[in-house]
Protein backbone atom coordinates (compact mmCIF):
# COMPACT_ATOMS: atom_id res chain seq x y z
CA UNK A 1 0.00 0.00 0.00
CA UNK A 2 2.88 2.21 -0.18
CA UNK A 3 1.92 4.51 -3.14
CA UNK A 4 3.72 7.38 -3.12
CA UNK A 5 0.77 9.37 -4.44
CA UNK A 6 -1.53 8.07 -1.54
CA UNK A 7 1.33 9.64 1.14
CA UNK A 8 1.34 12.49 -0.91
CA UNK A 9 -2.70 13.21 -0.21
CA UNK A 10 -1.87 12.53 3.25
CA UNK A 11 0.60 14.51 3.78
CA UNK A 12 -1.54 17.36 1.85
CA UNK A 13 -4.48 17.08 4.01
CA UNK A 14 -1.98 16.84 7.27
CA UNK A 15 -0.75 20.06 6.07
CA UNK A 16 -4.08 21.80 5.58
CA UNK A 17 -5.22 20.70 9.04
CA UNK A 18 -2.76 22.25 10.41
CA UNK A 19 -2.88 25.34 8.45
CA UNK A 20 -6.92 25.44 9.08
CA UNK A 21 -6.27 24.89 13.23
CA UNK A 22 -3.73 28.14 13.29
CA UNK A 23 -6.35 30.31 11.49
CA UNK A 24 -8.69 29.35 14.22
CA UNK A 25 -6.38 30.00 16.79
CA UNK A 26 -5.72 33.50 15.38
CA UNK A 27 -9.56 33.71 15.03
CA UNK A 28 -10.61 33.20 18.18
CA UNK A 29 -6.89 35.48 19.42
CA UNK A 30 -8.67 38.36 17.56
CA UNK A 31 -11.98 37.50 18.78
CA UNK A 32 -10.48 37.80 22.43
CA UNK A 33 -8.46 40.89 21.54
CA UNK A 34 -11.75 43.12 20.33
CA UNK A 35 -13.78 41.90 22.72
CA UNK A 36 -11.36 43.37 25.38
CA UNK A 37 -11.73 46.66 23.22
CA UNK A 38 -15.59 47.05 23.61
CA UNK A 39 -15.27 46.36 27.12
CA UNK A 40 -12.69 49.28 27.32
CA UNK A 41 -14.89 51.22 25.74
CA UNK A 42 -17.86 50.25 27.47
CA UNK A 43 -16.43 51.07 30.84
CA UNK A 44 -14.98 54.23 29.65
CA UNK A 45 -18.32 55.28 28.40
CA UNK A 46 -20.22 54.66 31.53
CA UNK A 47 -17.39 56.32 33.49
CA UNK A 48 -17.98 59.97 30.74
CA UNK A 49 -21.62 59.13 31.49
CA UNK A 50 -21.77 58.62 35.14
CA UNK A 51 -19.24 62.09 35.40
CA UNK A 52 -22.15 63.89 33.20
CA UNK A 53 -24.85 62.99 35.27
CA UNK A 54 -23.21 63.90 38.60
CA UNK A 55 -21.71 67.28 37.34
CA UNK A 56 -25.44 67.94 36.09
CA UNK A 57 -26.97 66.64 39.47
CA UNK A 58 -24.41 68.73 41.28
CA UNK A 59 -24.95 72.06 39.31
CA UNK A 60 -28.31 71.38 39.59
CA UNK A 61 -28.51 71.51 43.51
CA UNK A 62 -27.14 75.12 43.46
CA UNK A 63 -24.95 77.21 46.17
CA UNK A 64 -25.54 75.91 49.50
CA UNK A 65 -25.50 79.12 51.66
CA UNK A 66 -22.33 79.00 54.61
CA UNK A 67 -24.15 80.04 58.40
CA UNK A 68 -21.68 81.83 60.92
CA UNK A 69 -22.42 84.38 63.37
CA UNK A 70 -26.58 83.89 63.23
CA UNK A 71 -26.29 84.66 59.47
CA UNK A 72 -26.00 82.63 55.79
CA UNK A 73 -23.89 84.11 53.35
CA UNK A 74 -24.37 82.63 49.86
CA UNK A 75 -22.93 83.77 46.51
CA UNK A 76 -24.11 83.75 42.72
CA UNK A 77 -23.18 84.66 39.52
CA UNK A 78 -25.84 85.96 37.35
CA UNK A 79 -25.81 85.19 33.22
CA UNK A 80 -27.67 85.89 30.14
CA UNK A 81 -29.33 82.82 31.21
CA UNK A 82 -29.86 83.58 35.34
CA UNK A 83 -28.37 81.80 38.05
CA UNK A 84 -27.53 78.11 37.28
CA UNK A 85 -29.03 75.93 40.13
CA UNK A 86 -29.86 79.04 42.59
CA UNK A 87 -29.23 78.61 45.95
CA UNK A 88 -30.55 76.49 49.39
CA UNK A 89 -30.86 78.17 52.67
CA UNK A 90 -32.30 77.53 55.93
CA UNK A 91 -35.51 78.55 57.39
CA UNK A 92 -35.75 81.51 59.91
CA UNK A 93 -32.25 82.48 59.80
CA UNK A 94 -31.14 86.09 57.93
CA UNK A 95 -29.76 85.22 54.20
CA UNK A 96 -26.96 87.76 52.55
CA UNK A 97 -27.05 86.83 49.13
CA UNK A 98 -24.13 88.41 46.72
CA UNK A 99 -24.85 88.39 43.34
CA UNK A 100 -22.21 89.27 40.57
CA UNK A 101 -23.65 90.41 37.45
CA UNK A 102 -21.42 88.57 34.70
CA UNK A 103 -19.26 89.28 32.01
CA UNK A 104 -21.08 90.06 28.61
CA UNK A 105 -24.43 91.39 28.18
CA UNK A 106 -26.60 89.65 30.67
CA UNK A 107 -29.94 90.45 28.03
CA UNK A 108 -32.97 90.04 29.88
CA UNK A 109 -31.56 89.36 33.44
CA UNK A 110 -31.40 92.77 34.54
CA UNK A 111 -31.85 91.86 38.19
CA UNK A 112 -33.91 89.65 40.70
CA UNK A 113 -37.65 89.95 42.69
CA UNK A 114 -39.43 87.44 44.58
CA UNK A 115 -41.51 86.85 47.16
CA UNK A 116 -38.58 86.14 50.20
CA UNK A 117 -37.87 90.15 49.61
CA UNK A 118 -39.40 93.45 48.80
CA UNK A 119 -38.33 95.08 45.81
CA UNK A 120 -36.38 95.28 42.15
CA UNK A 121 -32.91 94.30 43.06
CA UNK A 122 -30.72 95.31 39.99
CA UNK A 123 -27.99 93.44 38.74
CA UNK A 124 -25.20 94.79 36.43
CA UNK A 125 -22.62 92.62 34.25
CA UNK A 126 -19.10 93.26 36.53
CA UNK A 127 -20.76 94.55 39.51
CA UNK A 128 -22.32 92.66 42.81
CA UNK A 129 -25.75 93.66 44.55
CA UNK A 130 -26.05 91.95 47.73
CA UNK A 131 -29.90 90.63 48.82
CA UNK A 132 -30.85 90.62 52.10
CA UNK A 133 -34.00 88.32 53.34
CA UNK A 134 -34.83 85.76 56.26
CA UNK A 135 -36.48 82.54 54.42
CA UNK A 136 -40.07 82.04 56.51
CA UNK A 137 -40.43 78.39 55.80
CA UNK A 138 -39.62 75.45 53.86
CA UNK A 139 -40.33 75.92 50.43
CA UNK A 140 -39.30 76.64 46.73
CA UNK A 141 -39.32 79.94 45.53
CA UNK A 142 -39.01 81.23 42.62
CA UNK A 143 -36.64 84.37 41.21
CA UNK A 144 -37.43 86.35 38.59
CA UNK A 145 -36.16 89.41 36.53
CA UNK A 146 -38.01 92.39 35.74
CA UNK A 147 -39.80 90.72 32.92
CA UNK A 148 -41.44 88.22 35.25
CA UNK A 149 -39.09 85.58 33.51
CA UNK A 150 -37.09 82.69 35.60
CA UNK A 151 -33.92 83.79 36.79
CA UNK A 152 -33.84 80.81 39.38
CA UNK A 153 -34.84 79.40 42.37
CA UNK A 154 -34.46 79.63 46.29
CA UNK A 155 -34.71 76.19 48.29
CA UNK A 156 -35.51 76.82 51.69
CA UNK A 157 -35.00 73.52 53.98
CU1 LIG B 1 -36.02 89.76 31.86
Given at each position: ?54 IVVLS ?98
Amino acid sequence: MANPKNKKVQENLARRKSLEERMAAQRAAELAVRRKRYLLIGGIAIVVVAAIVLIVVLSSRGSTAAVSGGRQTVSSTMTSRGISGGIRVKAGTPVTWTIKGGSGNLGCMDGVQSSLWSGFKSVRSGSSVKVTFTPPSAGTYSVTCSHGNPVCTVTVT
